[in-house]
Structures are given as structure tokens and as C-alpha cells.
């Protein structure tokens, strides 16, 4: 069964709140950009992949129960990915 794809209000309560932490320290609020999570079809795990986007630019983090994608979505603002 294939897992419907989510938008940014439907991500887990703390992912949701670090994101807007994230955004915030950088001077962005989360409507600036287009958050999609869902499985990703191409990896044989089916492990969830959340998919950001901004104007042309777009760049997607594997999720897991850590969070790391919240960091790494953050190492790209301050390199500038999303500017």
C-alpha cells in the first residue's frame, strides 16, 4: 500500500517545530517554502524522504525519528541552497 504524500502541517508535531526554528533563525517563516514527505518510491526501504522547495530550488533529506533532516535542511540555509 502505497503512503499518501503529507504537506508541512502534517509532519510530527516536533519536526514541524524544529523546522519553524530552523526558518526562523534564518529569517524565513515555513510558508516561504513547499515542504512534500512521503515514502520515497526509489529506495527498496520505502524510508520516508521530505522534499523541499523554494522558488527553482529543491533538495530532499531521508527523515527519520532523529531529525536529521531538520539539520541537514539547515546546513543548506546557511549555505545559501535556498537563496
Known sequence: ?????ERYTDLPIGARAAFEL??????F??????????????DAAH???VTIRRGGWAQSYFADEAGHWVRQFE??????FFK
Open 75 to 80: 546546513t543548506d540555509l546557511n549555505c545559501r
Open 1 to 5: 500500500m502505497e503512503r499518501a504524500l
Open 22 to 27: 530552523v526558518c526562523a533563525r534564518h529569517g
Open 47 to 49: 524510508r520516508p524522504l
Open 29 to 42: 517563516a515555513p510558508a516561504h517554502f513547499e515542504v512534500i514527505a512521503g515514502a520515497d518510491p526509489d
